[in-house]
């Protein structure tokens, strides 16, 4: 499974956004090719329930796991299963998040065997909210906090990339999805079309398939035939 996307923003501004303090020490940087197990910001809330700028390593390892190896292949959680899976149940409960993005990335293998990356973010530049789970893992005597990113069946456009996407929350439901508890299928419902509608579906450089590749022009418009989407690789 493939695993990309971008966030270009700093701690203040991210801080700023999501009105949180920051306890990253400057250690938010520009990203437009993160993969699983990066350190990437996200904002989730303290015991005294402030918002609070973090960064966590994608991939989540539930705090009783051994070893951290399998943390690539738990970068998302599935929106159908959160709540009852062993591994991420606790988290969805009781430790809640959202993960800042500029977009994301997603393969389509067009006709001839080419992949071609496609793009999606808000046509209007602003900041997307993934809704996110974390735990902190303990290895020898050091905190490791960890996440996931819930998906959900793709709706509108993006379902003729794949059938999956990331579970995005609007402004209006940040409050309610960082607070414990709440009603499971409020929580886990996409978002409304139209809100959906603002998004850019950018055909972009096959470069971002190189995880050693970074910088803002791995998101650039670039030619394709939009027409022959269909597609059988994914990313959330």
Excluded: K
């Amino acid at each position: 499974m493939c695993g990309r996307y971008a966030t270009s923003r700093s701690a203040g501004d991210l801080s700023a956004l999501f009105e949180s303090s920051d306890e990253t020490g400057a250690g938010v940087g520009p990203d437009f090719n993160v993969a699983p197990t990066d350190p990437v910001p996200l904002i989730r809330l303290t015991p005294e329930g402030h918002r609070v700028l973090s960064v966590g390593r994608w991939g989540l390892i539930p705090h009783w796991s051994r070893t951290a190896a399998g943390a690539a292949r738990m970068i998302n959680a599935r929106a159908e299963t959160v709540a009852t899976s062993r591994a991420y149940a606790p988290s969805f409960a009781r430790r809640r998040c959202l993960v800042p993005a500029d977009g994301w990335y997603e393969w389509v293998r067009e006709p001839g065997g080419r992949r071609q990356p496609y793009y999606m973010t808000p046509a209007d530049g602003s900041v997307l909210a993934f809704a996110g789970i974390w735990s902190v893992w303990e290895s020898a005597g050091r905190d490791l906090l960890t996440f996931s990113v819930l998906t959900t069946a793709a709706v509108g456009e993006l379902a003729e990339v794949h059938d999956r996407m990331p579970l995005l929350l609007p402004r209006e439901r940040w409050a309610s999805w960082l607070a414990p508890g709440g009603e499971t299928g409020a929580l886990l419902a996409p978002p409304a079309p139209e809100w959906l509608a603002g998004l850019e579906v950018r055909p972009v450089s096959p470069a971002v398939g190189d995880v050693r590749n970074d910088g803002p022009e791995l998101t650039a418009r670039v030619p394709a035939r939009r027409e022959e989407i269909g597609s059988e690789m994914t990313l959330f």
